[in-house]
């Protein structure tokens, strides 16, 4: 993640004598969420959103359940009473997985949709004795650090299943042990090996059979029998008629119905050379515990998921690795719901379907579906929160209030004295707020024009508005003028706009390729603009061209690295002086295949050197003392732990600096806090009132060199164990951070 420094120390003292959210402690040095708690599509995107939700399950007594990408855990009581975090002393907020067995209940860490850039790391396998009101770790789960599944597999609720990225792990006595990674026959030659990433389970609900899919194919288990493959590959493999492509189908999502013990649903996707899974391949359905099978038919009623469901194998427009989930009503064995990009509803068991993503504004990219034990309504998990249906489709409601897990990506601009807010978030768009730091009784106005009805009483305050579409990345506001913003979308889609965020224009330079959230700044002018993608790239006219032409044309690659970038390597930190006399350019490898580099300029028109950093795996954020262009500090990654790296330099000026470690107990656990370690998984810095501040992959802190030993200490009170993607720095001692998962929070006062 990548942090600007160019304008955040031009701030206002008057922004410490702004009031507070609403309910927010009078202690000066906790932290204060400030949304959003629903963002507001308005005319550019999908209605009211919130973030990325992973796994549901409705209680008997209607409370809903969810498991969020990087938020937690959280429900929502039968009477609609608004969200509730359920998060008491969980370790991490990356999750992948949830279910229960009556008042226990267990959460499976870690997210495991695909291989998503920002599917975060867990810290193994929860469970709660309390009704969810309290967690505490199970032994000998700590590998689980990626979890596609948690299920209760056995009528006592003794035996526990749970599958991700480290194989299928077992327990037999409700979660207290756990057995080794299991293994199941190999469909080609029936020697046991472990299971390949399993990504699906369904528990057949008289618990006679279990069925786990891999990347290999489905085994089902009986007691007695052990784990037996299923003959599901020899289903005809998708054919792409234009490039004579057969792709290798696997099940990507299964569900099971109450309403008949035999029955499962599948949904397939199909092995191809962009993605792992990537396009839907059919929608299966067994009525005799998987012994055979019968395609049903494709979603010939809906156009847009006719594309994206059964797109050619080669076309990467797939996303079967990243959205695919399928239900069966409870109740009743033929209504049925698939969903991917889009989501669809058969009444009549899977011979027609309905539409419901274009009926409804349902927000795409969908990852659970859960129906309440009545099968009267069904819920729906997908990037942008959660929305109930009825079970026909024919009426939804959005349930995103009070919900506070946005996913912010890489810097964030925020006005001086605090008025405007604006950050891009993965998949749910850029938005903004004006004064968030006030009472400001509902959802504070917006500049732009929007045909969005104002929501009803009781919609939760500090709600965002949107001003971009898609994904988010970073953006920058002119301190001088809140008006002139700038901000994109992924791979280098840079826009700017002189209205607020009202209207964009592109000023996108020519990059061959960039990281998803390509990293810019600029210079005190903001006339000086620079963005680095397979090259550092600079204009003179803020990517503004003359009359007519295309923002591409003023922007010039600096040829800032040799050998030239390839095409797994983008500039992903980066750094520019006040002035624009110097440039720092971090350049990582998406496949971890050539070592980090650094490429340094220090005036205008000036050589460019290069630095290899051999010893990590990717570049975080690269920052320079603007008092000292000797003095910098770089944060990196490892692909093994140690996973992290923040060293420090007094010589950056010269071809080969020395550079010194400061990570220490950032890195190293204490003895007193044994979850202190790897907290600089991923870092961004910056430095404000002469100190160094890291905001990592559980929080913010800053350094403190002396008196030895030098060590690193933790910034405010009770900010959730978070990503912390930008910090944004207000004069005289006051902070905000943008954070992946639980949105925006504000420090009135950091620690002295």
């Not at 008629?241 to 099971?256: C, D, H, K």
Request: charged share 15%; proline share 8%.
């Amino acid at each position: 993640m990548n942090t600007h420094t160019l304008w955040r120390a031009a701030i206002l003292a008057a922004l410490l004598g702004a009031a507070l959210p609403v309910g927010a402690s009078t202690d000066p040095h906790v932290w204060q969420s400030i949304g959003p708690t629903s963002i507001d599509g308005g005319d550019v995107d999908y209605g009211w959103a919130a973030g990325r939700v992973t796994d549901m399950l409705v209680t008997d007594d209607g409370t809903r359940w969810i498991a969020t990408a990087n938020g937690g855990i959280w429900y929502r009581g039968p009477e609609g009473d608004g969200w509730n975090e359920s998060n008491k002393n969980l370790t991490t907020l990356a999750f992948g997985a949830i279910d229960h067995f009556g008042s226990t209940f267990y959460a499976a860490s870690g997210e495991d949709n695909g291989d998503c850039i920002d599917c975060g790391r867990g810290q193994g396998l929860f469970r709660s004795t309390d009704g969810g009101h309290s967690w505490s770790a199970m032994s000998a789960s700590t590998s689980a650090s990626r979890s596609a599944f948690i299920r209760v597999g056995s009528a006592d609720g003794k035996v526990i299943w749970a599958g991700g990225e480290y194989g299928l792990i077992e327990s037999t006595d409700g979660g207290d042990t756990w057995s080794a990674p299991l293994q199941r026959p190999d469909p080609g030659t029936g020697d046991l090996q472990p299971f390949e990433n399993p990504r699906a389970i369904a528990v057949l609900p008289d618990y006679h059979a279990t069925l786990v899919a891999d990347e290999t194919g489905i085994f089902r288990f009986t007691n007695g029998q052990g784990w037996t493959a299923l003959p599901l590959n020899p289903v005809a493999p998708l054919q792409d008629p234009q490039n004579g492509y057969a792709g290798t189908q696997m099940a990507g999502a299964m569900a099971v119905t109450a309403a008949n013990p035999h029955e499962i649903l599948v949904g397939f996707t199909v092995d191809n050379t962009n993605y792992d899974h990537g396009c839907k391949a059919g929608i299966y359905l067994s009525t005799d515990d998987g012994d055979t099978w019968k395609e049903l038919s494709r979603l010939s009623g809906d156009p847009y998921a006719t594309n994206a469901y059964y797109k050619l194998v080669q076309d990467t427009g797939c996303q079967g690795w990243y959205d695919n989930a399928v239900a069966i009503s409870p109740t009743d064995p033929k209504t049925l719901v698939v969903a991917g990009i889009t989501l669809d509803l058969s009444t009549d068991g899977g011979q027609a379907w309905s539409d419901l993503e274009s009926s409804s504004s349902e927000h795409p990219d969908v990852h659970t579906i859960a129906f309440d034990p009545s099968g009267k309504t069904f819920y729906v998990g997908e990037d942008g929160g959660v929305i109930e249906y009825s079970s026909d489709g024919t009426t939804a409601q959005n349930l995103n209030q009070d919900l506070s897990i946005a996913e912010f990506y890489g810097s964030a601009g925020t006005m001086a004295d605090g008025s405007v807010v604006i950050g891009g978030m993965q998949d749910n768009g850029t938005a903004r707020i004006a004064n968030p730091l006030q009472d400001v009784g509902g959802v504070p106005p917006s500049p732009c024009p929007s045909s969005t009805p104002e929501p009803a009483a009781g919609w939760p305050k500090l709600g965002w508005k949107s001003i971009l579409s898609g994904d988010g990345g970073e953006v920058l506001i002119d301190p001088r003028n809140p008006q002139d913003v700038y901000a994109e979308y992924v791979q280098g889609a840079l826009q700017s706009s002189t209205d607020g965020g009202c209207t964009f224009n592109s000023i996108a330079p020519p990059v061959q390729h960039a990281a998803w959230v390509m990293p810019y700044a600029t210079s005190d002018d903001w006339n000086f603009v620079v963005a680095g993608g397979d090259d550092v790239y600079l204009t003179l006219t803020g990517g503004v061209g003359a009359p007519g032409a295309e923002g591409a044309d003023t922007w010039k690659p600096q040829k800032a690295f040799t050998p030239p970038s390839n095409a797994t390597t983008n500039v992903t930190a980066l750094w520019v002086s006040h002035d624009g006399q110097v440039i720092v350019a971090g350049r990582s490898d998406d496949k971890g295949l050539t070592p980090p580099r650094l490429a340094k300029r220090f005036t205008i028109g000036g050589p460019w050197q290069n630095e290899d950093v051999s010893d990590a795996t990717f570049i975080d954020s690269v920052i320079v003392d603007p008092k000292n262009s000797n003095h910098a500090f770089l944060a990196t990654e490892f692909s093994q732990p140690p996973s992290c790296s923040i060293r420090e330099t007094m010589n950056f000026a010269s071809p080969t600096p020395q550079w010194s470690h400061i990570e220490a107990n950032l890195r190293n656990p204490t003895p007193s806090d044994p979850n202190s370690g790897d907290n600089c998984m991923s870092s961004t810095l910056s430095l404000f009132n002469g100190r160094l501040y890291a905001g990592t992959s559980r929080g913010v802190f800053v350094y403190v060199p002396t008196p030895a030993p030098a060590h690193w200490e933790p910034v405010g009170q009770d900010l959730p164990i978070v990503p912390v993607v930008s910090l944004n720095f207000v004069a005289p001692n006051s902070l905000i951070v943008f954070t992946h998962g639980r949105g925006a929070w504000y420090l009135p006062q950091i620690n002295p």
